[in-house]
């Protein structure tokens, strides 16, 4: 396996509300809660980065994969729930072409704030019983403020990811199954009718704003609608599909051609887009966009 590139956080940049209380070990590079390294990622599109794997405890046969460059700089990690459990009943089994799978991929390129995202896809089979790429079913997610690159880290049983906002959601470290935290989720549709079939139900219930968008077999940033709310309504929201939410064609948010990019790359830019465009914007502390501290553990 190769070795660890040597990256470190400067400790003005880990936030105390996210330091957990158990065992956390963050020792592993894509463990290390920082700050983007900057705000605008390269227009041109990285071929050359390399999935590992990593076995953040050898014993319960926990880990996932993380994404380096050549200059030896994480950009992203991934996992996938390979069924067995009550998300997923049932197990993927490559020898017999059975690729049941819920993937949950963590991105930010050039480790830069602009195009953070989490791409989340579940395969399931047609009625012929053919897993088809036409057919995955696709949730993409930007969380707001990005104030951190995402991270994961092993405490056990568990596996943390921490999300852009600072919030964090625990995974269970073998199954990959959420248990808890800023994210929630339901079981994989298993509709072998493609136009019935839901996409990923994987939510957001943090504090932060959320954008998202669905799309099947296809990248959802490309000629398509995107939903943008804000993780926990207020309470006296009465409007049967939510409030502070606006629903925007993908092409005001992202590039449609090249390297598909988030067109903006600080939170301040796209705070006065979304004051303009959904008549709300990212929460606040003091001057400074942030979210309240997380669900404690």
Known sequence: MPAAP???????EIPPAVISKSAVDRSLPESLIAAPAKDLASRNIEYGT????????????TGWQYRRTRQGHIVGFEFSNHGGNPILTPRRDATRNQFFTRDFQFRFD????????LMISDWVPSRDRVFRLSELMNRLMYFFPRSYL????????????????GEEVEFNAITKEILGGRLTESPVDLSPDRNDRRYPGVNYLGKGVLVRADARGTDPRLG??????TGTPPPSCDKPDG???????SKELWDQSGAVRFKFHTDQEFDRYLT??????????????????PQSR
């Open 276 to 293: 303009t465009r959904c008549g709300f914007g990212l929460p606040r502390q003091g001057t400074d966009f942030a979210v309240a501290a």
């Open 50 to 61: 390399m999935l590992s794997g990593r076995n953040a405890n050898a014993q319960l046969n």
């Open 110 to 117: 050039d480790r830069a704030r602009q195009d953070i995202h």
């Open 6 to 12: 040597a990256e470190t956080a400067k400790p003005h």
């Open 150 to 165: 995402p991270a994961i880290a092993n405490a056990g049983e568990r596996n943390i990811v921490t999300l852009p906002t």
């Open 243 to 249: 409030c502070r939410q606006c629903e925007v064609p």
């Open 224 to 229: 398509n609608n995107a939903v943008i709310s």
